[in-house]
């Protein structure tokens, strides 16, 4: 209850109220915004005459209730309905949860089987498009490189707030002490830890980083199976929305993931086929079984190959922001080339909008962990992605990627095994276009130069 006053109108009102007459003249009620979350009324002195009085109560009375309705997202004429105190409550503790406004996600590196197309001495490798698809949503970008020390991954894990494992052709078995198995399993540990301790640092896994968090959640690369997902585009047959695809997402969501935006990005999973493959190993619900997958991860989706088998496309952790695709997000807005491998990435509206709902998501997610990635030196940054430079590789011949990131690599000489081996190889994006059956090998300028300088595999 609350006393509005205008010249010839004075008296107590409450939201029932609409008209009343003092001192000879008509008054109408008019809600109005004080603010984004408290209404108020305002007494209206309007004519004596009754009938032109009247439309003008109409005419407030209306263009006001429009106006508190397209406010709270509700439809005209359930003003009495709305909690204004509690949808502000809501949203202030939903951008509260936010940690920091400038979030950094690593990358994963990998060893460049074909380095001699590039240069002539080893490099590490990163395709641009996962740069490019993480900045997109606000995003900076830490390449991690392999075969460094304990503390060296620590301290990644410290300075960013977010972890992506790409898609690659590098070997994946956690009993292998490949340079990149020995950084995945390190970081996967920490996560795990930081997790446990009540703090959320998301992992993202596309592709070969699906199979990461397959092989490390089951401590065996037995859980893949051989698939024939080369160059295809595919619907997700969902079994579950799980919390990355709730309306709204039960972490990392906001008001933009309202329940209209999601439920259509299940339609585009669903309905179309949006999601581009390009992988010779596959999960499927039996191997997820047999390898206790099902005590680590819910299933949200499957999709079909081409000779018609029914493998597991996406799935999430239980008790850890941990989320696995086996389809590649980030081809659709930046991977343009067309080789006789790779003809279909699909680059139509639905496509692109599926790729920004997942870059957004763990992005999203990202600003809620609390690492202080103010430690990066700002006037060195030489961890960021910002101090190494793009090659252009569309021109090559046989290149899947418009770009890459090239790092320099020195082999450890005590390393027993590397990404490079001939045994047990398991490829998914290869580096040319002529991708291998399952079980051949190819054989590439750097085993060669692994021969030569002995490392063992």
Known sequence: ?????????????????????????????????????????????????????????????????????????????????????????????????????????????????????????????????????????????????????????????????????????????????????????????????????????????????????????????????????????????????????????SDGGDRFFNKNYVDNIVNVLEQGTNTYHYHHKCVTDESFLAHGLDKMYNVLGHSVDHKGLRFISMFEAKEYPFYGVIFHPEKPPYEFRKLSGQKNVPHNWDSIQLSRYFADYIVRLARKNSHDTSTIDPNDRQELIYNYNTTYTGLLANDMYESRYLMPWTPKQSTTTIELSRKNYSPNDDATEDAPDDGEVIETELDEWVQINGIAY
């Not at 009938?51 to 508190?68: G, K, M, T």
């Not at 790409?166 to 994946?172: A, E, M, T």
Request: hydrophobic share 40%.
């Open 1 to 249: 209850m609350r006393n509005y006053m205008t010249k010839s109108c004075k008296l107590s009102l409450t939201l029932t109220q609409t008209m009343f007459q003092e001192n000879g003249a008509h008054c109408a009620v008019a809600t109005q915004f004080l603010d984004q979350s408290r209404p108020t009324l305002t007494v209206l002195p309007i004519s004596r005459r009754p009938l032109s009085s009247l439309v003008r109560i109409f005419l407030i009375l209306s263009l006001n209730i429009l106006f508190v309705s397209s406010k709270a997202n509700v439809l005209p004429g359930t003003f009495n309905q709305i909690n204004f105190e509690d949808d502000h409550h809501k949203l202030r503790s939903t951008m509260d949860e936010d940690q920091t406004d400038s979030p950094v996600i690593g990358i994963l590196t990998q060893v460049l089987r074909d380095y001699k197309r590039f240069a002539n001495e080893p490099k590490l490798h990163l395709v641009s498009s996962y740069v490019k698809w993480l900045e997109s949503s606000g995003a900076r970008i830490i390449p991690i490189l392999i075969d460094q020390d304990d503390e060296y991954y620590e301290r990644m894990f410290n300075q960013t707030n977010g972890l992506v494992f790409p898609g690659g052709d590098n070997i994946v078995d956690p009993h292998k002490a490949t340079p990149m198995m020995v950084a995945a399993k390190k970081l996967y540990q920490l996560a795990v830890e930081a997790k446990n301790a009540g703090k959320i640092y998301p992992v993202w896994g596309t592709c070969l980083g699906f199979e990461l968090l397959a092989t490390l959640g089951a401590d065996s690369n037995d859980v893949l199976v051989n698939c024939s997902a080369n160059d295809i585009v595919l619907n997700v047959e969902l079994t579950s929305r799980g919390r990355l695809l709730a309306s709204p997402p």
